[in-house]
T-cell receptor, first 115, second 112 residues
């Protein structure tokens, strides 16, 4: 298993540009989440999904969109990039209630810089 | 919503000493408390977790304790080694909710 994969690893955008951060998992996990990590602020939840076709907002959703059309993929879209979105983005996945485990598995991250 | 506070933000110990990191949470409904280790340039990785029906859990040199009444849980690392140097995060969540609230992290440095 590759686990949780994220692409790209690094990205530089100009203010106002849009882009999609890709996340995929091959562990058949039902739950997937996006977090952003800023210096000294831990990980903050952007959006999460408890299954295909179901998404919900986290703590800091503004400026981001998500969709979950398949169990494996959970892309994060930046609609109009702003310097405040400069951060490291992590995707995570975990089992659902029927597997009785909450362990989240994280991807390697995408380092995004918005100029 | 849930709020998790983590202390200290930095911790430096000599190799072989013990390290303790403490977290408090605000939502009494939270019942799952994982600890993650993050090495430079990598994603967080689970090292130990505890549920609210357990007061203590141990895995070799790592242990976690939970005080539900005080809404407080701690990570204990004994006989620290240089490879323990990393950023450690605590988190709190409601089991099977699919999301967690994280503390701000503790940078642990183990000096040889």
């Amino acid at each position: 298993n590759a686990g949780v994969t994220q692409t790209p690893k690094f990205q530089v955008l100009k203010t106002g540009q849009s882009m999609t951060l890709q996340c995929a998992q091959d562990m058949n996990h039902e739950y997937m989440s996006w977090y952003r990590q800023d210096p000294g602020m831990g990980l903050r939840l952007i959006h999460y999904s408890v299954g295909a076709g179901i998404t919900d907002q986290g703590e800091v959703p503004n400026g981001y969109n998500v969709s979950r059309s398949t169990t494996e993929d959970f892309p994060l879209r930046l609609l109009s990039a702003a310097p405040s979105q400069t951060s490291v983005y992590f995707c995570a996945s975990s089992y659902s209630i029927q597997h009785s485990t909450d362990t989240q598995y994280f991807g390697p991250g995408t380092r995004l810089t918005v100029l | 919503g849930e709020n998790v506070e983590q202390h200290p933000s930095t911790l430096s110990v000599q190799e072989g000493d013990s390290a303790v990191i403490k977290c408090t949470y605000s939502d009494s409904a939270s019942n799952y408390f994982p600890w993650y280790k993050q090495e430079l340039g990598k994603g967080p990785q689970l090292i130990i977790d505890i549920r609210s029906n357990v007061g203590e859990k141990k895995d070799q040199r790592i242990a976690v304790t939970l005080n539900k009444t005080a809404k407080h849980f701690s990570l204990h690392i004994t006989e620290t080694q240089p490879e323990d140097s990393a950023v450690y995060f605590c988190a709190a969540s409601i089991s099977n909710a699919g999301k967690s609230t994280f503390g701000d992290g503790t940078t642990l440095t183990v000096k040889p």
